[in-house]
């Protein structure tokens, strides 16, 4: 149902205060400060069991925008999961005999040739996790002359994912790369993660640069994320595999007794949340004497 501004209807859930009240769950101990690299005042690192996301729209891009940034003092961890249809181009080596150079180069194709769909944002820092994430739909894909993998895109429609209305209401990639600077994720002083964040990482660079291929090698491609995201890149996939949890997200999700606090699997803000909260819970019971940014730059499949 389309609203007065022209765009999708959305519902906002209620303005988020700048720190949590105490109805929170403590989740991570106040001592592990390593995902924090300013917090406005010493305060346990603590998450809400409920959680919203707000799907952003060129209608409220901007006010959601001014919120991101509002709040990033607050939460300077940032969690992302993108949802992109599938993938068109394969490897003749099994996923398991790929080294890393091999396994960029079938990123870099995919990327390449195919648009991005969503990008969800979940925060988190000394304050806990934000208990709302963001959902970006991004305009642009067209099923009828893009390429895509079928499969996917009905995968992606089955849990919700209206096409149409991305092509007549989403987010220009432009003006998404534009407010990514603009509301400070782009200052380079963040902690950012992702779950298999390759191809999550790839998507949101190509963006960011204007829809230029990726860079022809591996290492042009680590020296690309450095210089959007800065040094503080985690991959929680790799830093499940140091725990001993194998799998995907949410089979890590079960084996550390983590639920979805919101939304629905392959949506990009719900990723997201899940994302950070398998983060914040495998920081509280596995680096509890170690720093998690000695992983910093490590991506699944990519080192």
Same mark, same amino acid.
């Given at each position: ?11 906002h859930p209620p303005p988020l205060p700048p720190l949590p009240s105490s109805s929170f769950a403590h989740i991570v101990p106040q001592y592990h400060p390593a995902m924090v690299p300013y917090a406005p005042q010493p305060a346990q690192l603590v ?9 952003? !729209? ?67 820092? =000394? ?6 994430? !963001? ?8 099923? =009828? ?32 790369? =534009? ?5 400070? %994720? ?5 902690? !950012?993660?992702?779950?298999?964040? =390759? ?14 291929? %990726?860079?022809?090698? %591996? ?19 790799? %830093? ?64």
């Amino acid at each position: 149902m389309p609203s007065r501004d022209g765009g999708p209807a959305v519902m906002h859930p209620p303005p988020l205060p700048p720190l949590p009240s105490s109805s929170f769950a403590h989740i991570v101990p106040q001592y592990h400060p390593a995902m924090v690299p300013y917090a406005p005042q010493p305060a346990q690192l603590v998450y809400s069991a409920k959680a919203q996301v707000r799907d952003v !729209w060129s209608g409220n891009l901007e006010e959601e925008l001014a919120n991101i940034a509002a709040l990033l003092p607050y939460y300077p961890c940032v969690c992302m999961d993108t949802e992109f249809p599938g993938a068109v181009h394969d490897s003749g080596t099994p996923r398991y005999l790929r080294g890393p150079r091999e396994s960029y180069a079938l990123v870099k194709r995919n990327v390449d040739d195919l648009k991005l769909l969503q990008v969800g944002f979940a925060l988190s820092g =000394a304050a806990g996790r934000c208990p709302v994430a !963001w959902q970006f739909n991004v305009r642009g894909f067209d099923p =009828a002359r893009d390429p895509h993998a079928p499969a996917s895109v009905a995968m992606l429609r089955a849990q919700g994912m209206d096409l149409g209305t991305l092509r007549e209401f989403g987010v220009r990639p432009g003006d998404l790369a =534009a407010g990514f600077y603009r509301c400070g %994720l782009g200052c380079g002083n963040l902690t !950012w993660a992702a779950f298999a964040g =390759a191809y999550d990482f790839a998507y949101l660079a190509k963006v960011l640069t204007g829809g230029r291929p %990726l860079p022809d090698t %591996l290492d042009g491609f680590h020296a690309l994320l450095q210089g959007l995201f800065g040094p503080k890149v985690l991959d929680a996939k790799h %830093l499940a595999r140091c725990c001993g949890i194998r799998g995907g997200l949410e089979q890590v999700a079960a084996a550390l007794g983590v639920e979805r606090a919101a939304g629905r699997a392959h949506c990009a803000g719900s990723d997201s949340l899940l994302t950070t909260d398998v983060l914040l819970a495998m920081v509280d019971r596995f680096f509890r004497n170690t720093n998690v940014l000695s992983h910093a730059g490590t991506i699944a499949d990519l080192a």
